[in-house]
């Protein structure tokens, strides 16, 4: 076949006989005839009359080709135009794993202490039952039922959310809630208004979708809310995108006071709000401000949590709160993203919060991870104060540390991955114009003997740095 | 806090002391301390000298509310003009899990049969190691490398494909292989072809991203492609959506001469194609074509597949192939949309491959599902023929059946719902005014008991349908 896609046989070509072939391939009769008869059904090859198979006429003759990435690659190849659009200008690189002793991620749970072993169990017995019995789910766009409803009751007593399992929508994470919440919302054209610095992948979310950014600054009280109601009037924008706990990358809190400000503003100018709350678990000091969502907002407020943060970075899984019929189209759209869910691991994580388990889990991590990021900060007061600054966070997972200008940190983050560490080189901080040398150093997944040849590392290197500079 | 934004409290009102509200609320005056300290430290009281507490005259006075569905509408509440966009005119119904004895699927596999204990295990093996080791995952937007190389051996071996590892990215099913590759051709204003009938998930993702559709007919050879051409020349389309094997819903494949007539319109138009071949390893008469993207195509087609299909519903994974640069951006928007998948599960699935425990799994499917396609057709054939018409498909694991116009599909989904039998009612497959009283009938998992009890049910509710027509 491959002899007549190259051309090698053309069209019309008389084919040896089955006994000729089987002698000439060496092959049994049988198997030559099965082959032939294989091609013919093909309609590669046409049977001719007493004079066995030919090469059918039909076909035009094609060249052969190869699927290597090189001669495949529609933006290198000179005559092809590129047809899709492109996302990021940075330069592929390969996209294998990489390995490290150690991670210091932007902000991840410490799965080692997380209940998958139970989890996991669950979603096996799950596998058994579910099909044994036939059971088998009808479609459900907006995420198992059973996880659904157990949330409407958790987040009901943490957040003071008084919402059903249909106002809860299911999604793979934090971030596939964002993006799921941005496309209901954001037009080519729309106005979204985020902090500098902000989470730089909602950023992304809503430049890709077409909206411009309309950047307001924040300070150690959150967002600036008088800014935000002053082009509510000018110019009224699309969509604010908030992180009402531990701002992303800054850690920051919105104050009580600016919180009902912004309040006020939302339902006076209308403002639709993506309320991106993932790390409200995980406060440490008092107990956290309850989020804009509990309050008064006529539905203007979507609120988004994680569980992926509660657990593990490998269970993806996320939920987006919102009106019943917001739910609903939302649940659509999913439908069109993903047609469904993994409904038996969402039941399985479901089952976590109808025992208490996950409530539990939550409880000793905030405890774990308090006393964590205690540690942490001591280390960085102690240790490596001379080379950055950061601020003691209320929660989260993760101290926001700005180094002095002489330690840049592609040049650390280069030097630790030689040692096996994994750290951000700030590329993920850096927003346009807004370039810092700052990077989220993830506490929560480390323990004491991890944080320590973390910090002796960054000594090191930097001192070799330093170093270096003197001479 | 309540009292407070409900107005009760009015800002400047002094609170009683520690004590008072001690023996007035029946309570430890040291939680009482506490829990003044925590209302000042959140900014709703402040310390006023001499006087104790009150409360903070900087709060604007709010109204309670409530998140109850009804309130919390924004298309309901006559005063909030819908913000979102709407997906589905669909009326909303309640987002619960219906459970059947039987449920007639538009062909899912069998997961009876699929080595999940195998896979689970694994998964939890990997949970396990993982995280003792810390070999913790760096960003991998294209999913498991593992499962990305043992895929390109496997699409290589099975479809001809001549890929490497870094032309794969995997997804959550072929539904989300096709909505990431939509999105990466599709503006506002592109002009699509697909079949009529066409996977009606399909179109409106197209239409969902703001393209219109070019409707070209289909007949038992496939698409037509010579109308194709002539589209390409008069208004050259920006995509063809094309399913090459066991159509949806119709379950034709196109003709090994129509394939090379497409392929040669491919090149000459540059028309840029989604191969959506998800049932491509599901073939029961001779071996399947090859398909369009293991021919020459410039880089053109993006080939989708799935790995749930081989599986089960819940396990959920499919394939984009396509050129290393366009993998990559893809990869940067699959980012943006979930930030990483569960990479473990990946894995696990990646050792199905490298054990050859997925190939022999499909070789059994196979085997068993062709046999339970003659068993299914033998049935329809002498016992439904009365009441519908139907091919027996090449492959795949439904038959497309057509119900005679006075049997309606929705009076039948409704007799078996009864009956604790699930059939859609043919909306699934109603294009716009392409309105049709045909469903698909999923055989793949069903075993001969259950094909009995839905033949006999459908008899049974035909009948009195019939009847009732007599009277």
Redesign the interface.
């Known amino acids: 076949m491959q002899l007549i896609?190259a051309g090698t046989l053309q069209p019309g070509v008389p084919l040896p006989s089955s006994r000729d072939m089987a002698t000439l391939m060496k092959l049994n009769r049988t198997t030559v005839v099965a082959a032939y008869d294989?091609l013919r059904?093909?309609?590669?090859i046409e049977a001719i009359a007493r004079k066995g198979f030919a090469i059918s006429g039909?076909?035009?003759v094609?060249?052969?080709?190869?699927?290597?990435?090189h001669?495949?690659?529609?933006?290198?190849?000179a005559?092809?135009?590129g047809?899709?659009?492109?996302?990021?200008h940075?330069a592929?690189v390969?996209?294998?794993?990489?390995?490290?002793?150690?991670?210091v991620?932007d902000g991840?749970p410490d799965?080692?202490i997380a209940p998958?072993?139970l989890l996991?169990?669950k979603?096996?017995a799950l596998?058994?039952r579910?099909?044994?019995h036939?059971?088998?789910?009808?479609e459900?766009?907006?995420g198992?039922?059973?996880l659904?409803s157990e949330l409407a009751t958790f987040l009901s007593q943490t957040r003071g959310?008084?919402?059903?399992?249909?106002?809860i929508l299911l999604s793979?994470?934090a971030?596939?809630a964002i993006?799921l919440a941005a496309?209901?919302?954001v037009?080519?054209g729309s106005r979204v208004i985020v902090g500098v610095l902000n989470y730089s992948?909602a950023n992304?979310?809503f430049e890709?979708l077409g909206a411009t950014l309309v950047k307001v600054n924040m300070d150690e009280n959150g967002i600036d809310v008088d800014r935000i109601e002053e082009i509510c009037k000018t110019d009224p924008p699309?969509l604010l995108y908030i992180i009402p706990h531990h701002h992303h990358p800054t850690t920051v809190t919105l104050?009580?006071?600016r919180r009902?400000?912004l309040?006020?503003i939302i339902r006076t100018y209308?403002l639709?709000v993506i309320e991106d709350d993932y790390d409200y678990d995980f406060h440490y000091?008092?107990?956290p401000?309850l989020p804009l969502?509990?309050?008064?907002?006529?539905?203007?407020v979507l609120y988004i949590g994680s569980i992926t943060k509660m657990l593990?970075?490998?269970?993806?899984c996320g939920f987006l709160v919102?009106?019943?019929?917001?739910i609903?189209?939302?649940?659509?759209?999913k439908?069109?993203?993903?047609?469904?869910?993994?409904?038996?691991?969402e039941d399985a994580i479901g089952y976590l919060f109808k025992t208490g388990e996950m409530q539990r889990h939550i409880a000793r991590s905030v405890k774990l991870y308090k006393a964590r990021r205690d540690t942490f900060c001591n280390m960085l007061e102690s240790r490596l104060s001379h080379i950055l600054r950061f601020t003691n966070p209320p929660g989260g997972m993760a101290v926001w540390a700005l180094f002095n200008p002489e330690f840049s940190l592609p040049v650390i983050s280069k030097a630790l991955a030689s040692q096996g560490i994994?750290l951000n080189d700030g590329s993920l901080y850096n927003q346009g114009n807004a370039a810092v040398n700052g990077v989220r150093l993830g506490f929560a997944?480390m323990n004491e003997e991890?944080m320590e040849i973390f910090v002796l590392k960054v000594a090191e290197c930097t001192s070799k740095i330093s170093g270096a500079a003197n001479m």
């Open positions: 896609k294989e059904i093909q309609g590669w039909k076909l035009p094609l060249h052969p080709q190869s699927f290597h990435a001669q495949h690659s529609p933006v290198k190849a005559d092809t135009p047809f899709y659009k492109i996302i990021s940075e592929p390969q996209m294998q794993r990489k390995v490290y002793d150690l991670v991620g991840y799965a080692r998958l072993q996991i169990n979603y096996r596998q058994n579910h099909y044994k036939m059971a088998v789910i009808n459900l766009p907006a198992s039922a059973l659904r959310l008084n919402i059903a399992a249909d106002n793979r994470g971030q596939a993006y496309q209901m919302i037009k080519p992948k992304k979310v890709q699309n104050s009580p006071e009902i400000k309040l006020n209308r639709p000091e008092n107990s401000i969502a509990s309050a008064d907002h006529d539905g203007l593990s970075l490998t269970i993806r919102a009106g019943t019929d917001l609903w189209q939302a649940g659509k759209l439908e069109l993203m993903e047609l469904r869910s993994d409904l038996l691991m994994y997944a991890e």
